[in-house]
């Protein structure tokens, strides 16, 4: 049977087929849903108000016919077994990511591409360093930090042989400077802070300007007092096409930027269930682009298909190779291609697993690559 995009825009009736095994756990998740689509405020309140009227499994979950009424909260504490809170909750996560394709269940967007604007033939970007509260996953808000309000920060992408300014204001309550991380550039615009350049304090602003030398997938974060600004979020995507054209002809191309620790297991700023899904139709090529930003190692394991490894660190490698795991470590960019040619919802996870699922269900690292008829 076809498999379409609409199958992931009804996350509810999937849920509801569930109501055999999971029983009296459904409308719970349905009240968290409820919660995580408002305002963020009175979340408790309205899981509260869930009235269920449903049939309470047997000790065997085969359902035992017994007929109750009870309110979510009562649910969740009283009517679930070990082994059916764990079932309930990694169904709960997965209809909340599902819910989540249809209508973002947190506030803030980060990756979202900055169109230069034209001075002289140079092409230029303003960009601001500011502190933030990042929602990470549904109610979740971290202190984070962030390029223009944003993490991860605006996708800048030029061409080799581009003149670039980059104007970095620094809004944080301290120093900063910004490291271009990957591009060939000269010493003195390298962003190290105090090492290369001035430190940027509160409030100062830094003009940064060279050509680009050399394509690829590359990244920029701050490079002063790092191990804290970037871990919050202080970091983006940079990426230069060839002269001659892009690198890869794809349907699709995704820029996924991972980060741990401060903010947790994210993608873009997001843990799942907020993690963005990645789609494609049967027989498309897509493009992923792994960034590491963080402070350990993220080997992303793709159920179901192969990916080609093109590149690593932008460096097109003379005999690209097949896998389904790829191991990227803090620093690392990988450009690989996946040919999507089986349907279905295929797991996307790191495969450090506590980076991805525990009894409470998925979460962090851990993304689904959905292929559609
Ligand atoms: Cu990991």
């Known amino acids: 049977m076809a498999f379409t995009i609409e199958d992931l825009r009804l996350p509810r009736r999937m849920f509801l087929k569930r109501a055999a095994v999971?029983?009296?756990?459904?409308?719970m998740a349905g009240g968290l849903i409820a919660a995580a689509c408002s305002d963020g405020s009175g979340g408790a309140e309205a899981a509260a108000q869930v009235a269920i009227k449903t049939t309470t499994p047997g000790p065997d979950g085969s359902g035992g016919g017994a007929q109750v009424t009870a309110t979510a909260t009562q649910t969740e504490t009283a009517e679930?077994?070990?082994?059916?809170?764990i079932?309930?909750?990694?169904?709960?996560?997965?209809?909340l990511f599902l819910e989540n394709i249809k209508s973002p269940l947190t506030r803030g967007k980060?990756?979202?591409?900055?169109?230069?604007?034209m001075e002289n033939g140079v092409k230029v970007w303003d960009l601001t360093c500011d502190e933030l509260e990042w929602e990470t996953v549904p109610g979740?808000?971290?202190k984070g930090r962030g390029y223009n309000n944003m993490i991860s920060g605006p996708i800048l992408r030029g061409v080799e042989g581009d003149r670039v300014r980059i104007h970095v204001k620094n809004n944080l309550k301290e120093s900063t400077s910004t490291h271009w991380h990957g591009l060939l550039i000269p010493n003195n615009m390298d962003g190290v802070g105090i090492l290369t350049q001035p430190e940027i304090k509160p409030?100062?602003?830094?003009?940064?300007?060279?050509?680009?030398r050399n394509a690829g997938t590359h990244m920029y974060h701050a490079h002063h007092n790092s191990m804290d600004q970037v871990n919050r979020g202080l970091l983006g995507a940079f990426i230069v096409e060839p002269a001659s054209g892009p690198r890869y002809q794809v349907a699709k191309e995704y820029v996924l930027v991972m980060n741990d620790s401060s903010l947790g297991y994210t993608i873009n700023g997001k843990g799942f269930p907020a993690t963005d899904v990645l789609t494609a139709k049967k027989g498309e090529k897509i493009l992923i682009r792994?960034?590491?930003e963080g402070l350990m190692n993220h080997p992303m394991h793709l159920h179901g298909l192969p990916m080609q490894v093109m590149a690593i660190d932008g460096y097109p490698l003379p005999a690209p190779y097949l896998c389904d795991t790829i191991d990227v470590a803090p620093g690392n960019r990988y450009d690989t291609l996946v040919d999507c040619t089986e349907e279905g919802l295929w797991a996307f996870h790191c495969h450090i697993l506590s980076h991805a699922e525990s009894p409470a269900g998925f979460f962090g690292l851990t993304t689904v690559l959905a292929i559609t008829a």
């Open 110 to 117: 980060g990756n979202v591409e900055l169109a230069p604007r």
């Open 22 to 27: 999971v029983g009296a756990a459904v409308p």
């Open 140 to 142: 979740g808000f971290e």
């Open 80 to 85: 679930l077994a070990d082994w059916e809170k």
């Open 290 to 292: 792994w960034m590491n």
């Open 87 to 95: 079932d309930h909750d990694h169904a709960k996560g997965i209809e």
């Open 203 to 212: 409030g100062e602003s830094f003009t940064y300007e060279f050509s680009l």
